[in-house]
């Protein structure tokens, strides 16, 4: 027996979908936008939801120049699968949204709901 230590090298290879996003250019600023609007768009801020909403979904020629703009400058982004992937995660987005908002509201009300001085948790005695 030895004290030397043997490291293994194992290379992981994946296999993706269809779906997998392309690279996009690392400092991308239109990129930088996306993801930040994106992650505003699953705010728990109505305000914040609503503005990240109308952009990543837009529905005036105004917005949707804002829209292409951003997406031209994330560099090696293509719109149309963009599109398609915003598209197919709007639903999946919304839900979570919802739960969470139904989390939070019964939360809320088990504080409301409970007698003054009393803990949430239960104690657990041994």
Not at 94 to 118: I, Y
């Amino acid at each position: 027996m030895t004290d030397e230590v043997d490291f293994v090298n194992e290379e992981v290879f994946s296999a993706g979908s269809i779906y997998m996003p392309p690279p996009v250019r690392r400092g991308s600023l239109g990129g930088a936008i996306l993801l930040a609007a994106i992650a505003d768009y699953r705010s728990m801020d109505d305000e914040v939801h609503r503005d990240a909403d109308q952009f990543l979904y837009p529905r005036t020629p105004e917005r949707q120049k804002h829209y292409d703009w951003a997406v031209s400058v994330a560099g090696g982004l293509n719109p149309a699968w963009l599109r398609d992937a915003l598209d197919r995660s709007k639903r999946k987005w919304d839900v979570q949204r919802l739960e969470r908002r139904t989390l939070q509201g019964r939360r809320r009300s088990l504080v409301l709901a409970r007698p003054a001085g009393q803990s949430l948790c239960r104690e657990v005695k041994r």
